[in-house]
């Protein structure tokens, strides 16, 4: 008996729910390792996105202050948004960058793609480490949440994360990865790796 653990194979996929292009649900029939079958195991497909660090040249952190209408609070957040059908995470990230902040930076390092939802999929989070951004426009970036652009030092963003100022699960994982220089670094190659 191998104690290699194998994927689960999809045997069938139907489409519940259309709502493009924020959310698409469907139920897959799946079959497990060990044959057993679950005919209606619900997957959720959101557009993937970048979530960026961003440091400023002076080792400043841009960050966003808005609703999020999930946790129905408004909150601490790094710049991020939606990544276009057919565009790169990298271009999405300094497009979305530049809207929402009116930041840009040349220095850019991918930390890897992560799943947001662990059986349900959701959407893929795309980070990404930006040094030596500077201000350049006027954040233009046509969302429907207000926004409040804020620079904050490192220990700044750890002391907000401890007095609760973080709502998302990604925002604290970012920060987590940016704060232990190994992670970071090893997301970084595990990153160059794969393209």
Request: net charge negative; hydrophobic share 45%.
């Given at each position: 008996?191998?104690?290699e653990?194998k994927?689960?194979?999809?045997?069938d996929s139907?489409?519940l729910?259309?709502a493009?292009?924020?959310l698409k649900?469907r139920a897959?029939t799946?079959?497990?390792?060990?044959?057993?079958?679950?005919?209606?195991?619900?997957?959720?497909?959101?557009p993937?996105y970048?979530l960026?660090?961003?440091?400023?040249?002076d080792?400043q952190?841009v960050?966003?202050?808005?609703?999020k209408?999930?946790?129905?609070?408004?909150?601490?957040?790094?710049?991020?948004?939606a990544?276009?059908?057919?565009?790169?995470p990298?271009?999405a990230?300094?497009r979305e960058?530049?809207?929402?902040?009116?930041y840009?930076?040349?220095?850019?390092?991918?930390?890897g793609?992560f799943?947001?939802?662990?059986?349900f999929?959701?959407s893929t989070?795309?980070m990404?480490?930006?040094?030596g951004a500077?201000k350049?426009?006027?954040?233009?970036?046509?969302?429907?949440?207000?926004?409040r652009?804020e620079?904050h030092?490192?220990r700044?963003?750890?002391?907000a994360?401890a007095?609760?100022?973080?709502?998302?699960l990604?925002v604290?994982?970012?920060?987590?990865?940016m704060?232990?220089?190994?992670?970071?670094?090893g997301?970084g190659?595990?990153?160059?790796a794969v393209r």
């Amino acid at each position: 008996m191998s104690d290699e653990l194998k994927p689960w194979a999809v045997l069938d996929s139907r489409e519940l729910l259309d709502a493009s292009p924020y959310l698409k649900v469907r139920a897959e029939t799946v079959q497990l390792p060990d044959g057993r079958t679950v005919d209606s195991f619900y997957q959720l497909d959101q557009p993937d996105y970048a979530l960026m660090f961003v440091e400023t040249a002076d080792g400043q952190v841009v960050m966003l202050r808005s609703y999020k209408h999930g946790p129905r609070r408004v909150s601490l957040t790094f710049p991020a948004g939606a990544i276009e059908p057919g565009e790169e995470p990298l271009a999405a990230a300094k497009r979305e960058l530049l809207e929402e902040t009116g930041y840009a930076a040349d220095d850019w390092t991918a930390l890897g793609g992560f799943v947001v939802g662990a059986n349900f999929r959701g959407s893929t989070c795309h980070m990404f480490h930006a040094r030596g951004a500077r201000k350049v426009a006027e954040p233009d970036s046509g969302d429907l949440e207000e926004m409040r652009i804020e620079l904050h030092s490192t220990r700044a963003l750890i002391d907000a994360a401890a007095n609760g100022d973080f709502a998302l699960l990604p925002v604290i994982a970012m920060l987590g990865a940016m704060l232990v220089p190994e992670l970071r670094e090893g997301l970084g190659m595990a990153a160059r790796a794969v393209r």
